[in-house]
């Protein structure tokens, strides 16, 4: 009976699985205690749908990438903290399907949640949204801190994908204590051969990435 269960497994588990190109991993068959939330799977993103391309809540990215985030993972296990990704490897057809979205500006069903302040026809020119990203290349993740004692995420001053100042790098007007859990998060990220983006503090990308020019598409499932 363990047997016949065992083999079932295995056929569940490749069913939700693709033979990935060359150099990309599956993120939590490496790194089991890392935590998620993959939005763009959900209804729970800026779009207000799930994204064309994110097929399963599954991360991928590259080999190298999962490598320096298993450091960083590990750092944060001794403090029982725990990264927390929102997205890592992104379909060319989901970006797509972001800039679709962005060009239709009266589609504003989650404007209050995400970006209250910011007028739609300006995502572009603001940098928000692109017809290309660097997650398409593989090496790029959005992710957080949490506390695996209380199992909350720390307050980081603004939500994740909050499109604003707030969300920048360069913005003071925080706590002392937000103040220091973004700091806490660049630091380890940066220790670990992450380079930041100066307007979004939960985006980070492999600085010695593997495909720096290259584009996938493939999707995540």
């Given at each position: 009976m363990k047997y016949i269960l065992g083999l079932l497994l295995l056929v569940v588990t490749h069913t939700f699985s693709q033979n990935l190109p060359k150099g990309f991993a599956y993120i939590q068959e490496a790194i089991p205690s890392i935590q998620k939330e993959l939005r763009?799977?959900?209804?729970?993103?800026?779009v207000g749908i799930p994204v064309n391309g994110y097929e399963?809540?599954?991360?991928?990215?590259?080999?190298p990438t999962v490598k320096a985030l298993n450091k960083v993972q590990n750092e944060l296990l001794k403090d029982s903290l725990s990264l927390k990704i929102y997205d890592a490897y992104r379909p060319q057809t989901a970006v797509?399907?972001?800039?679709?979205?962005?060009?239709?500006?009266?589609?504003?069903?989650?404007?209050?949640?995400?970006?209250?302040?910011?007028?739609?026809?300006?995502?572009?020119?603001?940098?928000?949204?692109?017809?290309?990203?660097?997650?398409?290349?593989?090496s790029t993740v959005d992710l957080t801190i949490i506390d695996l004692k209380t199992g909350r995420e720390l307050d980081m001053g603004s939500p994740y994908d909050f499109f604003g100042e707030i969300s920048h790098l360069s913005y003071n007007k925080l706590t002392q204590q937000q103040?220091?859990?973004?700091?806490l998060l660049q630091k380890v990220m940066k220790k670990h051969g992450?380079?930041?983006?100066?307007?979004?503090?939960?985006?980070?990308?492999?600085?010695?990435?593997?495909?720096?020019?290259?584009?996938?598409?493939?999707?995540?499932?």
């Open positions: 763009y799977c959900s209804h729970n993103n800026f399963e809540n599954v991360l991928i990215a590259t080999t797509n399907h972001f800039v679709k979205w962005a060009k239709s500006i009266n589609d504003t069903i989650k404007k209050q949640q995400y970006y209250p302040k910011v007028n739609k026809r300006h995502l572009f020119k603001l940098g928000y949204i692109s017809s290309k990203s660097g997650h398409s290349r593989g103040k220091n859990n973004r700091y992450f380079r930041p983006y100066s307007k979004e503090w939960w985006h980070f990308t492999l600085r010695k990435e593997p495909y720096p020019k290259q584009y996938f598409s493939f999707p995540v499932k």
